[in-house]
DNA sequence: CTGTTAGCGCTTTCAC
DNA sequence: GTGAAAGCGCTAACAG
């Protein structure tokens, strides 16, 4: 009925651990056997079986990618990301929603783990910065790799992008195309993106010998909403930037309603850019100046480098740095 | 080191088997017995080694979610009511992407299944749809559940949504609102619910007494920019309708943006109204008239009604159809 | 370079 | 109601 490497053994005439090897392409096989075992394997269509595998070797070929409530196209696309390289070794995705602010988030996180005999985990913000969590995996030599993490550790493996520079040529932009009175709106305090966003702003605005004014700085937390609120209250006063630039889409959208909502037109009147290149950026009338990062292919080089780990090779191109696109579109306006 | 089942049958006196029988909840464990088994599994924290399980058993709680190449929000939202319900039991779930044109699917997900046991899956549209699919894993006794199919097979568990009443409702309100001259923008042609909104919009003209014109009803493929053309050309003619029901929200958005370069106001000049209250559909201005449905509850009912059948529970609330919700906002206008 | 043996942790089968 | 024995399919450890 079902295939077994013992089969596999006796139509190859050689020992199963040697058909072990071979399907687990181990050294010490020579080439000759190596090809009449795989012979057999093709006609008799042997499929390892991984629960076996799983119970003898404590090793699932599984990866898990963990997520707190992320935005979720954002999730879609790491997903994805994921699921390519997954596809390339023949791995499987887990898939894990936590709630980052449980007490218990750790050991449900190590029973996971420990239950499936996970290889390893992709962590996503703001997973990828909770240190506690994270030392707890390093003590229970459970590998991972994190994505944006706001301080990269040389001896961990992570991806991230250059969201300071991004928000720097980004200002710089709106700068160039004649703008000195711009307003920004913050992201969400907790997540390391949101600062690494301001100063980039701030610096570029600084660096061109412009002023910032305070009224034109308002919190955020992301949420389309809070843009909205925030435009209000700029809107509210007579003098008003003639650019703004909040740290994502959504808020950048909100941002506009306000305006609109207030009979300002964009761009003419007013400015408008955001971050992320969202599918909203450009299914909203004008469609948004932003910026793109390349989350898809963050994840799989996160998924690649993970894997590559535990199957112990060390790549050079391990962790690293992934550049942002500026996407310029009718939202801003030459002075 | 790891608390094996000999460890608890040790510590509490009784036979391996026993202990297995308390931890698959069989019958035949006396009470009492039943309570010393459990004691012991806490007090050494023991957790059932699930490759163990997995290789003796063949299954190994882990179900699937199958998925091709969905609209993002709507892949989260499905995730996600599927996690929750997984949680509740104690599955995992795993991710597979699929290409439904690619002619050996059936054979990668025949194998998928079969090399990690995985115990059941869900499918989204359009893999719903194939039969061709469902019937080899009929064949090959796999569990499955089906989330919105075109036709509802009483012998297979499925979630389907109204979306003939949804729109056929819809439509409805817009008449209601003393919309006369109605203008439609067909779904992709391969998604069952494309038909069904098209039919409910139809039935509801015909059944008010009003006529369609042919240069209002345009075919798209659920894209903004499918939706973008079909404003074009619409507006393109001087004779306008004065509201247009679009399939979708990335359609609406699309249709938005025409009649806004065109010069037209909404919903001054036109009125909008789109399906499914997707991020969009709140985050554009003026917001989207449109059909909420509750893509997370009929994933998780899915999810369910899945487990409970291959946990032998067979529910009296088995397949469902779940209802959707008239969103009314501000790019409806009353004539 | 190849093979033998033992055993991972559990459930199945069958006996009592 | 309970238990003993066998063995799922594979890999680790060792021997040669």
């Given at each position: ?63 898990a990618l963990l997520y707190d409530n992320p935005n979720k196209s954002y999730l879609a696309d790491v997903q994805s990301g994921i699921f390519k ?8 995705l887990v898939i894990q929603e936590c709630?980052y ?21 992709i962590l996503t913000p703001p997973l990828s ?18 994505i944006a ?42 997540h ?30 992301f ?25 994502n889409?959504s ?25 992320d290149?969202s599918p ?13 990062q390349?989350v898809e292919?963050m994840a799989n080089?996160a998924a ?32």
């Open positions: 009925m079902t295939v077994t490497i013992k089969d596999v053994s006796k139509d190859a005439k050689v020992s199963i651990k040697t058909v072990s090897r071979v399907i687990n392409n181990e050294a010490n096989v020579a080439e000759e056997t190596k090809k009449k075992v795989l012979v057999s394997v093709k006609k008799l269509g042997f499929r390892p079986n991984k629960s076996a595998q799983s119970l003898r070797s404590k090793r699932s070929f599984i990866i390289a997954c596809k390339l070794t023949g791995y499987n709630d602010k449980s007490p218990d988030l750790n050991n449900t996180i190590l029973e996971f783990v420990n239950d499936l005999k996970i290889d390893g985990l910065d909770m240190d506690d969590f994270l030392k707890d995996l390093d003590k229970n030599k459970i590998e991972y790799a994190v993490p706001s301080t990269k550790k040389a001896e961990s493996l992570y991806v991230s992008s250059n969201d300071y520079e991004a928000a720097y040529k980004l200002t710089s932009e709106i700068i160039k195309h004649g703008h000195k009175q711009i307003g920004f709106i913050k992201g969400h305090p907790k390391s993106a949101s600062s690494l966003r301001f100063n980039g702003f701030i610096d570029a605005i600084v660096n061109h010998s412009l002023e910032t004014n305070d009224d034109w700085i308002k919190q955020g937390n949420s389309f909403k809070s843009g909205f609120d925030a435009g209000v209250e700029i809107f509210h006063s007579e003098n008003i930037p003639s650019a703004i630039f909040a740290s889409d808020m950048a959208a909100g941002i506009m309603k306000s305006a609109q909502m207030k009979g300002l037109k964009i761009p003419d009147d007013i400015s408008i850019a955001g971050f290149d909203i950026a450009d299914e909203i009338w004008p469609a948004l100046t932003t910026v793109r390349p292919k080089h690649k480098i993970l894997m590559a780990k535990f199957n112990g090779i060390e790549e050079s191109n391990q962790s690293k740095e992934f550049k942002s696109d500026l996407i310029l579109r009718e939202s801003l306006k030459t002075l």
